[in-house]
């Protein structure tokens, strides 16, 4: 016997020992001690980012191991009679421990070497990418959805197939929904109502058993729906009695307490975790379908429909109705169609592009098997990417059209900097970060940022909290370019780090592991703003911290006119650590009231994206074309000063401080004897003020009014950004 089979046999031995414990009389009150000390949200007035801590806590179970009792217990009739408190705190500590031990082998199969030894830092992105590494991914990382998004995006993603889940089920799929809404509703009044009466002192000494109990009668008064109707969707999502869940044998075999979460006593039903039967609601009915073949092709319609109506709702609450395509066809002659993006954004000279799927993970990948992971991984996310690669280069290429799904054709900009490619998962797809990180396949085009792997759920969390197009596009920008650095279980959890710290990883750092409790400000505002939760609307970080200062209104005034070249400033200024955006917004407002004192011109320069680039600002009472050439000549020299690629140049305005105009210079640094002998570069390089030295001329092209606008909407300038 190798030593991994040995490993495998003590986890076998490991689940076999927990199977005896959870099939014990009254292990139920075990199981709902556990789950109100693990998910059980206590705050007084409005919740606070402290009050959602414990749930990252290492020592609480997830919500997979809580099934695994739940499913271990119904092997055998269910006993619910009280048992005594040490019994009960047995149970307890047993079952923990039992349950850390099958972690702990799991880990101990991944290094097969000697106990306790780490792999080479060299093999690291191997042993990331195996089957038993990817297992234990599965089956411990975090949830990639809320319950409420399971809940609410379930009428949306099966409405139309409501006709054949009436006809076939009894029920509306919105009525399941408001089913399922209610019940939260009552558990969470009950299990809190329990808590509270419990002596605190002595916790193994009553039980919290009622708190999870609701009778259908319950869920009737509040929500006026016919009994019957009630009747069936409970149901229709209860374990099924006299089912003894015989193949549930292993951590991750299929389970169908997991399936079919509501567990029936008498007249009542049990009911541990909200988010079980709210995530059944949204993948039930696919499998309901199967059932009728003939309805699967239409079904499948349906599911891609969806997929693509959502990614095209959130994108135009970031970017705007104009600014967003869907079914848009690639065409090189009238009648050849190269391709189909599902959705497509343009913003000044940037572009998204979509590419959707409705793919889930196999049972046989849920238990580290690499070819169903790799197989599974290509259907789900590589067939995406191709297609949005394959697209986007074709983007690129001038002799190719787009047009709608109505024949109208679509004008590109006139030229395209970078294109974001998303690969969108309809599904929550376990483990999906580290499965994108290793295995995806690529090849590196110019212009063409690293597709970024989501689910419709984080693009729901995206476009929610970052609603505004550079915002949002600085992160998918931000994100793209960590794919291979930063690793967590989830995507809600880089994006959450985000929102409260700007993600930023500093040059040779090779990975940067986030743990889930670096998105708890985020799971707060989601909850604050889809149910209701008294406590802060948006998340302290960024989108608080930076807004209120001189520059964040900088960044609003950007995006009103995606300029190009603006929007190039607005992504390195975004990238700007916090001390340095207050402390220039500082000198800004500085700047500005020295000049309306004096009435003279006043400047700050700064370098910018690691003294790549950087930007001047001025801030003067001169006339527009006086000073064009002051703040074009600054920029020049600058530029040279610093040997940068591009310098960014910006006046404004000293009563508002709203951006008067701005601009870019770019290209390679060459030695330039002419502009060391001006009087401006000596006395740049002296570090003297410029406010007394004629700045020269510096020769830019003029853009008339009736000249396409350089933003590339394909209007005039007078039409578009001229003003």
């Given at each position: 016997m190798t030593t991994n089979q040995a490993l495998k046999q003590s986890e076998r031995e490991l689940f076999q020992e927990l199977e005896g414990l959870c099939v014990a009389p009254g292990f139920i009150h075990a199981i709902a001690y556990i789950n109100t000390r693990d998910n059980l949200i206590a705050y007084a007035g409005e919740m606070k980012i402290d009050d959602l801590v414990?749930?990252?806590?290492?020592d609480r179970l997830v919500r997979n191991e809580v099934n695994v009792l739940i499913g271990l217990m119904v092997k055998r009739e269910i006993n619910y009679v009280l048992p005594d408190e040490a019994t009960l705190k047995s149970y307890v500590e047993h079952s923990q421990l039992l349950l850390e031990k099958i972690h702990d082998a799991?880990?101990?199969?991944?290094?097969?070497?000697?106990?306790?030894?780490?792999?080479?830092?060299?093999d690291l992105n191997d042993a990331l990418s195996s089957g038993e590494t990817m297992r234990e991914a599965i089956f411990y990382g975090g949830e990639s959805a809320y319950a409420f998004h399971y809940r609410d995006l379930a009428p949306l993603r099966y409405g139309r197939d409501d006709p054949w889940i009436m006809a076939h089920m009894g029920f509306s799929i919105k009525d399941a929904a408001a089913v399922v809404k209610v019940v939260g509703h009552l558990l969470n009044e009950k299990s809190t109502d329990i808590f509270h009466s419990t002596d605190r002192t002595r916790p193994f000494s009553q039980t919290f058993l009622p708190g999870y109990e609701f009778s259908a009668a319950e869920v009737v008064a509040k929500l006026k729906l016919p009994m019957e109707t009630v009747e069936k969707i409970l149901t229709t999502f209860a374990y099924p009695e006299g089912?003894?869940?015989?193949?549930f044998n292993a951590v991750d075999d299929r389970n169908i307490a997991a399936i079919l979460p509501l567990i029936k006593r008498d007249d009542r039903y049990i009911l541990f975790n909200i988010y079980d039967l709210s995530e059944v609601l949204y993948q039930a009915p696919f499998f309901?379908?199967?059932?009728?073949?003939?309805?699967?092709?239409?079904?499948?319609?349906?599911?891609?429909?969806?997929?693509?109506?959502?990614a095209e709702a959130r994108l135009v609450s970031v970017f705007g109705r104009a600014n967003v395509k869907v079914n848009v066809n690639l065409l090189r002659t009238k009648d050849t169609v190269l391709g189909e993006f599902d959705a497509l954004v343009f913003f000044g000279d940037l572009?998204?592009?979509?590419?959707?799927?409705?793919?889930?993970?196999?049972?046989?990948?849920r238990k580290g098997n690499?070819?169903?992971?790799?197989?599974?991984?290509?259907?789900?996310v590589q067939k995406a990417c191709d297609q949005g690669y394959d697209y986007g280069k074709l983007l690129l290429d001038p002799s190719v059209r787009l047009e709608d799904a109505n024949g109208v054709q679509l004008t590109k900009p006139a030229t395209i900097s970078r294109i974001y490619v998303v690969c969108l998962i309809a599904d929550h797809y376990p483990a999906l970060s580290a499965q994108a990180r290793q295995y995806l396949k690529f090849e590196s085009v110019e212009k063409l940022a690293t597709p970024f792997v989501m689910d419709v759920f984080h693009l729901d969390a995206m476009a929610e909290m970052l609603d505004t197009p550079l915002y949002f596009l600085s992160y998918l920008d931000r994100r793209s370019s960590y794919h291979e650095t930063v690793i967590a279980n989830h995507e809600l959890n880089i994006l959450g780090f985000h929102l409260e710290r700007n993600l930023w990883v500093q040059d040779g750092f090779t990975y940067m592991h986030l743990e889930d409790s670096v998105g708890t400000g985020l799971d707060l505002s989601m909850l604050v703003r889809r149910e209701n939760v008294p406590g802060p609307w948006t998340p302290p970080g960024i989108l608080t911290r930076l807004q209120q200062h001189r520059l964040g209104q900088v960044i609003k005034e950007i995006e009103r006119?995606?300029?190009?070249?603006?929007?190039?400033?607005?992504?390195?200024?975004?990238?700007?650590g916090e001390n340095s955006f207050v402390s220039l917004s500082k000198i800004i407002e500085d700047i500005m009231r020295r000049t309306m004192m004096d009435g003279g011109q006043h400047d700050v320069s700064v370098p910018l994206a690691n003294g790549k680039s950087g930007l001047t600002i001025h801030v003067n009472l001169l006339s527009q074309e006086e000073a064009e050439q002051r703040l074009a000549a600054h920029c020049e020299v600058r530029k040279y000063l610093e040997r940068a690629e591009s310098w960014f140049g910006l006046v404004l305005d000293a009563h508002s401080g709203q951006i008067r105009f701005g601009l870019q210079i770019s290209g390679p640094w060459t030695h330039d004897p002419e502009l060391e002998a001006t009087e401006l570069f000596k006395t740049l390089r002296r570090g003297s003020s410029t406010k007394q030295i004629a700045l020269p001329k510096f020769k830019a092209k003029k853009i008339g009014r009736n000249d396409p606008c350089p933003c590339g909407s394909g209007k005039k300038s007078k039409r578009c950004c001229y003003s």
């Amino acid at each position: 016997m190798t030593t991994n089979q040995a490993l495998k046999q003590s986890e076998r031995e490991l689940f076999q020992e927990l199977e005896g414990l959870c099939v014990a009389p009254g292990f139920i009150h075990a199981i709902a001690y556990i789950n109100t000390r693990d998910n059980l949200i206590a705050y007084a007035g409005e919740m606070k980012i402290d009050d959602l801590v414990p749930l990252h806590s290492r020592d609480r179970l997830v919500r997979n191991e809580v099934n695994v009792l739940i499913g271990l217990m119904v092997k055998r009739e269910i006993n619910y009679v009280l048992p005594d408190e040490a019994t009960l705190k047995s149970y307890v500590e047993h079952s923990q421990l039992l349950l850390e031990k099958i972690h702990d082998a799991m880990w101990r199969s991944l290094r097969p070497k000697e106990k306790g030894e780490i792999p080479d830092v060299n093999d690291l992105n191997d042993a990331l990418s195996s089957g038993e590494t990817m297992r234990e991914a599965i089956f411990y990382g975090g949830e990639s959805a809320y319950a409420f998004h399971y809940r609410d995006l379930a009428p949306l993603r099966y409405g139309r197939d409501d006709p054949w889940i009436m006809a076939h089920m009894g029920f509306s799929i919105k009525d399941a929904a408001a089913v399922v809404k209610v019940v939260g509703h009552l558990l969470n009044e009950k299990s809190t109502d329990i808590f509270h009466s419990t002596d605190r002192t002595r916790p193994f000494s009553q039980t919290f058993l009622p708190g999870y109990e609701f009778s259908a009668a319950e869920v009737v008064a509040k929500l006026k729906l016919p009994m019957e109707t009630v009747e069936k969707i409970l149901t229709t999502f209860a374990y099924p009695e006299g089912n003894r869940n015989a193949q549930f044998n292993a951590v991750d075999d299929r389970n169908i307490a997991a399936i079919l979460p509501l567990i029936k006593r008498d007249d009542r039903y049990i009911l541990f975790n909200i988010y079980d039967l709210s995530e059944v609601l949204y993948q039930a009915p696919f499998f309901w379908i199967l059932s009728d073949k003939n309805y699967q092709p239409i079904a499948q319609e349906n599911r891609g429909a969806f997929t693509e109506n959502f990614a095209e709702a959130r994108l135009v609450s970031v970017f705007g109705r104009a600014n967003v395509k869907v079914n848009v066809n690639l065409l090189r002659t009238k009648d050849t169609v190269l391709g189909e993006f599902d959705a497509l954004v343009f913003f000044g000279d940037l572009a998204i592009v979509v590419q959707a799927k409705s793919k889930q993970l196999t049972a046989a990948a849920r238990k580290g098997n690499e070819t169903k992971l790799l197989s599974d991984f290509g259907d789900a996310v590589q067939k995406a990417c191709d297609q949005g690669y394959d697209y986007g280069k074709l983007l690129l290429d001038p002799s190719v059209r787009l047009e709608d799904a109505n024949g109208v054709q679509l004008t590109k900009p006139a030229t395209i900097s970078r294109i974001y490619v998303v690969c969108l998962i309809a599904d929550h797809y376990p483990a999906l970060s580290a499965q994108a990180r290793q295995y995806l396949k690529f090849e590196s085009v110019e212009k063409l940022a690293t597709p970024f792997v989501m689910d419709v759920f984080h693009l729901d969390a995206m476009a929610e909290m970052l609603d505004t197009p550079l915002y949002f596009l600085s992160y998918l920008d931000r994100r793209s370019s960590y794919h291979e650095t930063v690793i967590a279980n989830h995507e809600l959890n880089i994006l959450g780090f985000h929102l409260e710290r700007n993600l930023w990883v500093q040059d040779g750092f090779t990975y940067m592991h986030l743990e889930d409790s670096v998105g708890t400000g985020l799971d707060l505002s989601m909850l604050v703003r889809r149910e209701n939760v008294p406590g802060p609307w948006t998340p302290p970080g960024i989108l608080t911290r930076l807004q209120q200062h001189r520059l964040g209104q900088v960044i609003k005034e950007i995006e009103r006119q995606p300029n190009p070249a603006m929007l190039a400033l607005g992504f390195q200024i975004l990238k700007i650590g916090e001390n340095s955006f207050v402390s220039l917004s500082k000198i800004i407002e500085d700047i500005m009231r020295r000049t309306m004192m004096d009435g003279g011109q006043h400047d700050v320069s700064v370098p910018l994206a690691n003294g790549k680039s950087g930007l001047t600002i001025h801030v003067n009472l001169l006339s527009q074309e006086e000073a064009e050439q002051r703040l074009a000549a600054h920029c020049e020299v600058r530029k040279y000063l610093e040997r940068a690629e591009s310098w960014f140049g910006l006046v404004l305005d000293a009563h508002s401080g709203q951006i008067r105009f701005g601009l870019q210079i770019s290209g390679p640094w060459t030695h330039d004897p002419e502009l060391e002998a001006t009087e401006l570069f000596k006395t740049l390089r002296r570090g003297s003020s410029t406010k007394q030295i004629a700045l020269p001329k510096f020769k830019a092209k003029k853009i008339g009014r009736n000249d396409p606008c350089p933003c590339g909407s394909g209007k005039k300038s007078k039409r578009c950004c001229y003003s």
